[in-house]
T-cell receptor
């Protein structure tokens, strides 16, 4: 099992550009979570899906953020337009019976 | 919603000593309490978890205790080693879809 796979590992973009982060959960896991981690705010839950359906997106900071899960093996988190304050590490995690397995994260830098 | 508080925020111990991290939670419906270890620049990784029908669980040098009445749970690391140095997060879950709420983390430094 390759675990939760995220891409890209690093992303540097200019303010105003669109950024798309990708996640492939572990096969058989029915829940998928997107987190953002910063020194100031710690781990913040942005949105999570169960059986590909968005359950709670109350953590999405603004309308600039959107997430989709078109099928059980793929999810995207999009930021459009990006701003410097979006710079953070974005983690995707999946689970089936409780404990999360996190991906390696995407380190996003918006300049 | 659930609120998880974690103390201390930083902890330094001498190698070989024990370390204890404490958490409290607010939602009495929470029934699953995982602990994660995050080394610098890496992903959080599940190290141990406990469910509400159990008061204590042990795995080699780490143990977790749960007091549901007081809504407290703790992580105990014995015979600490330098490789235990990391940030540790507690978490609690009450959601039907396994959503967990994380504490703010404890940075543990084990001094050789």
């Amino acid at each position: 099992d390759a675990g939760v796979i995220q891409s890209p590992r690093h992303e540097v973009t200019e303010m105003g550009q669109e950024v798309t982060l990708r996640c492939k959960p572990i096969s058989g896991h029915n829940s998928l979570f997107w987190y953002r981690q910063t020194m100031m705010r710690g781990l913040e839950l942005l949105i999570y899906f169960n059986n590909n359906v968005p359950i709670d997106d109350s953590g999405m900071p603004e309308d600039r953020f959107s997430a989709k899960m078109p099928n059980a093996s793929f999810s995207t988190l999009k930021i459009q337009p990006s701003e410097p304050r979006d710079s953070a590490v974005y983690f995707c995690a999946s689970s089936s019976e409780g404990g999360y397995t996190f991906g390696s994260g995407t380190r996003l830098t918006v300049v | 919603g659930e609120n998880v508080e974690q103390h201390p925020s930083t902890l330094s111990v001498q190698e070989g000593d024990s370390a204890v991290i404490k958490c409290t939670y607010s939602d009495s419906a929470s029934n699953y309490f995982p602990w994660y270890k995050q080394e610098l620049g890496k992903r959080p990784q599940l190290i141990i978890d406990i469910r509400s029908n159990v008061g204590e669980k042990k795995d080699q040098r780490i143990a977790v205790t749960l007091n549901k009445t007081a809504k407290h749970f703790s992580l105990h690391i014995t015979e600490t080693q330098p490789e235990d140095s990391a940030v540790y997060f507690c978490a609690a879950s009450s959601g039907g879809y396994q959503k967990v709420t994380f504490g703010t983390g404890t940075k543990l430094q084990v001094i050789p």
